[in-house]
């Protein structure tokens, strides 16, 4: 743990102190400053703003507010890698109202000239000028007092011009650089439970969220800041870290005391439960019980899982931007920063553009390579070079040269060298753990050669480096000196010479429906002198195209029981490029109202995936658009329902499936025992004995037959059945405006869902007629909205339609003038479940009433088995008892029979000692003799 409680505490408090009022020495003057990469900047090209401090005395907090111009530019991000804080207030950091806000402070207090405190980007949105201002920004001194240093105005002028040197089209994407994230206790709060994140760079954490779990479920995730208060009753909680290039890391956290004492609660609970559970002597049911428990209460336990907690080095390109000819060569180098370690490995892989740039040589003769484990290699149909080497002895450098490439530009345009995934960077450790941390590639404009020609123009396509959606160009051209006629071609080669025969005496042509992709014109004139004159190359950037299709993906999932949602995103352009993404997010459920409803962003605005949306309990549509470098856009939709728990696990139809299976299976299993059950009852009912005793009571009654009625036996056994009887009993009680232009409109929708409509205009706050016909009834309706200053309109209908075929299309209109009807749009509305009158029920709420039922159904059958095999049981132990009794009850009277039958035979021998006995009574001697026997 870098951070500990103590410093912790300490710096909070200091902090909270520097930002009290306090009187400035006069001999204190710190200062801040601003750098910029550059002054002038063309279009949609990120711009650097470094922010510094200085000051003789040791600064340890600070509170600086950069205001710039938010229609110029659109701030994108920030880097603090290198920045003097090591805590910082608020993060991400945000552009709000044209001010970036910079606040934090440092655990170790700083001071000299020009220490970094933050790099932030700007992306250029349109042509013109605008300044980055420090204004009311102070340092706090680190004297103990918190002594307020106010800072002088400082300003910095940029321009965004089309004729602009400098274009910068691509930010740097690192992952979060997370160092460490630990709970203590916040000295400032009662020392109530916080969890804390250590980063190395706050500037890389695009969202930061904190959930944590009490008991068994985790509640919902909560954006929150470097410091996050935490229930005192949680025992685990996890940390979300997204960063800008879309990756996310997940840590998780225990309180080990707070672990124990939950088992320890558990445990109490079950040796209660055990304790109850004995006291009402429900000892045959034990098992079940038992197993119930365990499962419920420790198996969650059983679930806990931990979280897991080298090197840094760099590779970097070098020039990072630059602006060559077509045609023309220029070298590039690769740098590697071992940032202090000591590297002895390189596996470099630079993938580059294979249609703008070509390699001519990887020179590989200056180098801190000491052996090539292969020679450079290149590929320049798949747009790659390869660098394999080893260091013998290692190598520790800020600045090493690896290799020195020479490329030629070939296409007019803005292209990026960056090195893939695949390259790594091994310590000199033994182990080649890989100790690469961040590359950083260039961007370079290559542009054609000047003009030797006419000089061309293009009203159509007034930009070179810039894509266009016509597809239709006008071009023109004039001459400073007289000239017999021209020559001119278009083709698909950026530096082209037009043969010598002359094509027209016009200054201008047209060409349609060009081929989407960089179309080059070359035109050249012939004097009066009957020479011809230089070549004048124009480029002609068409894309017609939109960007690929894609999905949206929605996590956790998207149906889900949580409110936070994660959106990712992702798509390519075969031509311009992918240019930027746009989302809204869509409420399906008419309980919002449309102020409500605005609320959840039904206008789209600018994002980058992974974007977090934080939504209430309903559905909605998650729209996100991609626009291409030429303005052309498409939709992707993904529908996304946030439900209660009880819903979520009740109301789907797997549920159903399992439920109707269970209930096959209880009601099989109850239809046997409930058989079993009559069949006791009958045969307790009918006093069924079992067949071994009914031979021997037959037996007995033949005997008795013979010598004597057994009136004391049947008494015995009426007894017992009586009183069977009875327990059984009481067991039982018991025209010239353009159309507006459709864009996004609902589709998949149900008649339980609302339906939404948008689009654009091409003149800004202009009225535009919705008009929504149902095929079915021909009844047509109409709705009114007002695009915005962009040109952008949305309408969310308040109520729900009836099921059925819609068209809809809509038409702008100013004042009395109004546009054609735009292209009709085909919208289906399926039929809920069930549906009487106004009065709807939908298959999610069916699903959640057949579930509730099969639910129900199988309590109720679950009870019944239960209770039918405890009466059962309870009858079987009854009869059990009657057949032991019935048992005993014959043996006894076998037993006196035995009795009367030796009474009998000494009778016989009395007689046979005083007389002698009759033949008859021989015979009878010998057959209770016999039966004597027998019995």
Known sequence: ??????????????????????????????????????EEISPNSFIEVKVFGSSE??????DITLEYSPEIFSFERAYTQDSVASLWKSIPFEGKDGAVSLVGGSVKPWSGPRNEIATLIFKARQTGASSFTVKNSFFALADGQG??????????????????????????????????????????????PIVVLETSDAGSIKWLGVRSRSWFLWNDWQKTQLTAAIPNSAWATQLKVLGFDGKETVMTLYRWKTVSTKIFTILVLFIIMIMVKRFFKRKRVASLPHLGLWLIFFIPITLLFFAPSVGASTLSVSPTSGSFSVGSTFDVQIFLDTEGQNINTLDVHLKFPPNALQVVSPTAGQSIVGVWTSPPTFDNKKGEIILQGGIPGGINANRGLVSTITFRARQVGNFTLKFSDDTRVLLNDGKGTDALNQTQGTVFQFVLPPPAGPSVASETHPDQNLWFSNSNALLRWTNTLPVSGYS???????????????????????????????????????????????????????DTEPP??????????????????????????????????EYSVVPLSPKYSPKEASAYQTFFVESNSPEVASLDKGRYDIVVRAYDKAGNFLDSTERVSILTPFVFYIANKWTLAVGLILIIVLALAYRRIRKWFISL?????????????????????????????????????????MFSNQIVAQTEKTTKLPPPLITTVSRNISNEDIFYIGGKTENANVDVDIYLQNLGSAETRSFLVTSDENGNWFYRHPTFVSSGEYLLWTQSSIGELSSPPSPQVKMDVGRTAIQFGSNRLSFETLYLIVSTLLL??????????????KKGRQKHKIMMKEIAEAEESVRRGFAVLKRDIKAELTVIHKNKTNKNISQEEKQKEEQLMKDLERV
Not at 21 to 37: C, K, R
Not at 161 to 189: C, G, H, K, Q, Y
Request: net charge neutral.
């Open 548 to 581: 690929a299709k894609f999905s949206v993906e929605a996590k956790p999932a998207p149906r889900t029981t949580e409110k936070t949602i994660f959106i990712y995103f992702n798509t390519t352009d075969t031509h311009s490029g992918i240019d930027r993404y």
């Open 1 to 38: 743990m870098k951070l500990s409680k103590v410093i912790y505490a300490v710096f909070w408090g200091m902090l909270f102190l520097n930002f009290l009022p306090h009187p400035l020495s006069a001999q204190i003057q710190p200062s801040i400053t601003i750098d910029i990469n550059s």
């Open 681 to 721: 009852e009958h045969r307790h009912n009918k006093k069924e004995l079992p067949e071994n005793v009914k031979k021997q009571l037959e037996e007995l009654r033949n005997y008795r037959s013979k010598y004597g009625a057994l009136p004391v036996l049947l008494g015995i056994l009426g007894g017992i059945f």
């Open 488 to 542: 001119f071609v278009l083709n698909d080669i950026p530096v082209f010479t037009p043969d010598n025969v002359v094509d027209s005496n016009e200054t201008f042509v047209s060409y349609k429906d060009l081929p989407s992709g960089t179309n080059y014109f070359h035109i050249k004139a012939l004097g009066q002198n009957g020479s011809w004159g230089g070549v004048t190359n124009f480029a002609i950037k068409v």
């Open 147 to 192: 002594t307020k240093s106010e800072l002088l105005e400082q300003s910095r002028n940029v321009v965004v011009s089309r004729d602009a040197f400098f274009a910068n089209t691509e930010i740097v994407s690192i992952p979060p650089r997370i160092a460490d994230a630990f709970i203590t206790n916040d000295p400032l709060n009662n020392n109530n």
């Open 856 to 869: 129900i159904a199988l309590v109720i059958l679950t009870t019944f088995i239960i209770s039918t095999a």
């Open 57 to 62: 005395n040791e600064i340890n907090a600070f």
